[in-house]
Structure formats: C-alpha cells, structure tokens
C-alpha cells in the first residue's frame, strides 16, 4: 500500500465514478468477492471510464490496447452490495497512459488497480493524439 498515493483510497479524490452491481456469482467460499470477480469488476470500470471519454470528448475512435495491470487487495468485500469504482488518470505518457482505479463498498476502500494502455496506430504503438491527452487531464486524481 505504501507506493500508492494515500489519496487513492478515498472516493472522493477520483474525478469520475460508477456504481456496479455484484452478482451471487462473484463470491468465494468464504462468501467473500473472489479475486477473479473484482479484476473483472476494475475491467467493467476501465471500459465505461474510456466509453465515458469517447461519448464525452470528441476523440474519434482511438485504440486503447492494455499492456499492464496491477491489483492489490486491501479489503474484503461481500455479495450482494453493489461496489463503486473511481477511476483518474495518473499519467500520460508520449504513447501510453496510466489509469488508477479504486474499488470501494460500504465506505470500505477493497483495493486500487494500475492499468497501463496503450494507444495503438495502424501500425503499432502511437503519440496519444492531443484531444485525448486534453481529455485525460480533465480527470487527474483531486487533491
């Protein structure tokens, strides 16, 4: 937990949030959310979060493409309370950006994924164009 920012375990420092349903099916056997359903729960949050730039920003239809995720769990969480997911850009990059994610229930901070994406050109790795790199400032972690 020390090499996050100590700010990324409260909601309120995440510009932009969604509230996201748990399923029976996401439980372990300790009826605790298993590990594999909350990855699955930062990837729903990761996905509305650039659907929510692109019907936001006019950014045509840019390519983001996944090339690292890191989880850490802090807390347990528990079916049938839904789960809120904030996310900010932590950094921008020439060809790939950092997204924070944090996964909060009941109050309680679960855990923070790092996901880096990278912009993709027809031919590989490519300069994030300028109307995404703006709109990604827009949602920089608050203070």
Do not use: K
Request: charged letters at 20%; hydrophobic letters at 40%.
């Amino acid at each position: 937990m020390s090499r996050h920012d100590p700010r990324r375990t409260d909601l309120a420092a995440y510009p932009w949030s969604i509230e996201v349903a748990t399923r029976f099916g996401d439980m372990d056997l300790n009826a605790h959310l298993n590990n594999v359903a909350i990855a699955r729960l930062y990837e729903e949050g990761r996905i509305r979060f650039n659907q929510h730039l692109r019907d936001t920003f006019p950014l045509g239809r840019p390519r983001f493409l996944v090339a690292r995720v890191e989880i850490d769990y802090l807390d347990e969480g528990r079916y049938p309370t839904p789960v809120t997911i904030g996310a900010a850009a932590l950094s921008i990059g020439t060809t790939s950006w950092r997204i924070g994610l944090g996964l909060f229930q009941a109050g309680a901070c679960l855990g923070l994924s790092d996901t880096v994406l990278v912009h993709r050109g027809d031919a590989g790795p490519a300069g994030i164009p300028e109307a995404l790199r703006t709109a990604l400032g827009d949602f920089a972690l608050r203070p």
